[in-house]
């Protein structure tokens, strides 16, 4: 079903041509250079993919980036990222042709949207892919949690002021929520997306009957369907 979904927008994918190992490897040496402000050695423009031929966003582009506040960027260069040094890595990203910054309410409690937010309003926006998500609890407020109405508008709203713009190009389902019919999920989608505060919508995590599910609700409403799945990608799972 994900593959008759709409949305032509492209994103950068680092293309990984060595080993796992050595390319974290590489990756913490890139990113420490760049926090030091010296010549990065991958140096590579990345090449785009279409999301809608992809049937799902890549994480490693997202984690090229470095955009969750800067909790890898610390651990991969074993110290504290500054938010200039954030906002360094992500502009150093987009100068290589990255154009997907992929965040989350709930890293760092809405400070990592804060951080990219900043990094990116240098940027030319209309050039970016800004993505984020909701589902987990933001507080201990009973409907400040889950897929319900209130909880995706509320997230939504909450993640614009942080970003620092005026749309979201891909919101996602963080998880899948059993607790909130999936019509009522879809529909604040689509009245989202009607009101232009954001452009797709997707999830992450999600297991293939659960996006089939999904993707029934939009057609039977004519609604927009999810564009994008984000799982777990490893070797070892």
Not at 37 to 46: A, C, L
Request: glycine letters at 8%.
């Amino acid at each position: 079903a994900l593959a008759r979904a709409p949305g032509e927008f492209a994103v950068a994918a680092a293309q990984q041509r060595a080993e796992p190992q050595q390319v974290n490897d590489l990756r913490r040496i890139d990113i420490a250079l760049v926090l030091r402000g010296e010549p990065s050695p991958v140096g590579d423009v990345v090449p785009h993919r279409q999301v809608w031929k992809q049937a799902r966003v890549l994480e490693h582009v997202a984690d090229a980036a470095a955009v969750d506040g800067g909790r890898d960027a610390a651990h991969a260069v074993g110290e504290d990222v500054s938010v200039h040094g954030h906002a360094r890595l992500v502009a150093h990203a987009f100068a290589l042709g990255v154009n997907l910054f992929d965040t989350a309410d709930v890293y760092a409690q809405g400070e990592a949207e804060r951080a990219l937010g900043d990094a990116i309003a240098p940027l030319p926006r209309a050039q970016l892919v800004v993505a984020t998500k909701c589902f987990f609890a933001m507080s201990e407020a009973a409907n400040d949690r889950g897929l319900s109405r209130k909880h995706v508008v509320e997230s939504v709203e909450g993640s614009l002021r942080r970003l620092r713009t005026d749309y979201i190009d891909l919101h996602q389902c963080h998880r899948f929520d059993p607790d909130t019919p999936l019509e009522e999920t879809g529909r604040a989608y689509e009245d989202l997306i009607r009101q232009g505060k954001l452009l797709y919508w997707g999830v992450s995590h999600w297991d293939g009957d659960q996006i089939a599910a999904g993707c029934a609700v939009a057609d039977r409403y004519l609604a927009h369907l999810p564009i994008s799945n984000q799982p777990s990608y490893s070797m070892l799972d």
